[in-house]
């Protein structure tokens, strides 16, 4: 920054906090969650142990996991006026980050300020699925403490018990996606939390910002291009007419990262090991072969500019395999990031400031006040 008067559209650049929580290294490609290589944490870990390494700074034991655990389960079902307000959301047929939003705002509703973290992530997987069952006229099934997180949001939307690797899937995409560094929705919750608000209103107004199209990202439609080549000796022919006709390639190319995105390799493992185990795997090799040939097009198309795959292209594999609807996407998103924006909330708490930038004024300064008689 030159000054502290100069404008810099985007904060681009600009450090705003301090955070122990996550560091993204977009030249090396690295991610680091709690201290952790996302590749060591993110496959290993449960999601409720990577949610207490983010909130209390280190991995459980596990008296600590169990605790946590079963008061995290015990939250689940959501308060009667949560499910009311639901049922007339669905009767608008709303998309469904519209109703985690309206949702999310009515879950202090029943609990204590000390329990409403936990209570936020126990319960933003209970509106998701609840909503989604609504949506489509049928009765919201009721949580099941017995199942672990990912397992219990499996088992809310499908009526089905999961196998284990369709959960480990799913867990490891959860670690994978928590936390991102100053991402638009982290920023966004902190500084709400700064002014002194609560944590509700924090984690509306971050669902909020995950909304928008160029933040949460539209996953689907990097799946619709590997349906749409169907069959590997399509994928060159496909790509170079989108190419051709100045589409971008969805799935590839990322504003921090400029080698391929750490998150893509750990759920094209995850994807590979679930596709294997409980999957079709002839969809999973098909999207290597559409990925390798992007890659390669890519380079032809921006020589140097190195667009490789992001995030998006393997997640939409993984929650597709896991038998998610598109629409289910980005909700499943923020069910993760909702733990990382509590964890900055903490942070920001701890800081104890409130985030107030300045702008610079362009408008006129010289204006005289005519009564509306006279306009
Ligand atoms: N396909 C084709 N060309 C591309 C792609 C792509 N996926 N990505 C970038 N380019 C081209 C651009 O057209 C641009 O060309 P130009 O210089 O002739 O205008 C050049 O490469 C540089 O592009 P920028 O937009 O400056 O790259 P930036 O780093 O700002 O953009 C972005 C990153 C928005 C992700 C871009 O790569 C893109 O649109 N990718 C496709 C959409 C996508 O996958 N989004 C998800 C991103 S991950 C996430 O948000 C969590």
Redesign the pocket.
Known sequence: MKNGTDFIPGLEGIVAAETKLSHVDGRAGKLIIGGFALEDLAANATFAETVYLLWHGRLPNKTELAAFTTEMAALRPLPDATLTLLKSVAAEKAPVMDALRIGAGTLSLDVTEAQLPLAIIARLPTIVAAYWHLLHGRTPLSPRPDLNHAANYLYLLTGDIPSQAKVRGLETYLNTVIDHGLNASTFAARVIIATGSDMVSAITGAVGALKGPLHG?APGP?LDTVFEIGSPENAERVLRAK?AQGE????????VYKVRDPRAEVLAAAAEKMFAADGNIALYNLAKQVEATAVIL?EE??PG?N?QT???FYTALLLHGLGLDTDLFTPTFAISRAAGWIAHCFEQQQVGRLIRPKSTYTGSTNRTWRPLQER
């Open positions: 990202g990097a190419l971008r390639l969805m799935g590839f190319g990322h504003r890519l198309h921006k500019r667009l992001n995030v998006e």
